[in-house]
């Protein structure tokens, strides 16, 4: 065990109480804020709006994405 889990005595811990004790923890990450995207993110999302917006029946479905990438994997 790591010294802080042994400092924080999690390493006394039952493995069901250490597992619900992470899923606590990653339950808190994922409820706070996303951190910002960066400048390039940003701007590829921003065209990719901006094309939707420009070309909204320019779409494939589900059904079409999921069969190429079956299609894929078969080869």
Same mark, same amino acid.
Request: hydrophobic fraction near 50%; glycine fraction near 0%.
């Given at each position: 065990?790591?010294?802080?889990?042994?400092?924080?005595?999690?390493?006394?811990?039952?493995? @069901?109480?250490?597992? @619900?004790?992470?899923?606590?923890? *990653?339950?808190?990450?994922?409820?706070?804020?996303?951190?910002? *995207?960066?400048?390039?993110?940003?701007?590829? *999302?921003?065209?990719? *709006?901006?094309?939707?917006? @420009?070309?909204?029946?320019?779409?494939?479905?589900?059904?079409?994405?999921?069969?190429? @990438?079956?299609?894929?994997?078969?080869?």
């Amino acid at each position: 065990m790591t010294a802080i889990l042994q400092q924080l005595d999690i390493d006394r811990m039952t493995v @069901a109480d250490r597992i @619900a004790l992470a899923q606590e923890i *990653l339950d808190s990450v994922a409820a706070e804020q996303p951190p910002p *995207l960066s400048e390039t993110k940003r701007r590829e *999302l921003d065209r990719r *709006l901006a094309d939707h917006a @420009a070309n909204p029946a320019d779409v494939v479905s589900l059904e079409e994405v999921e069969a190429a @990438a079956l299609a894929r994997f078969a080869r």
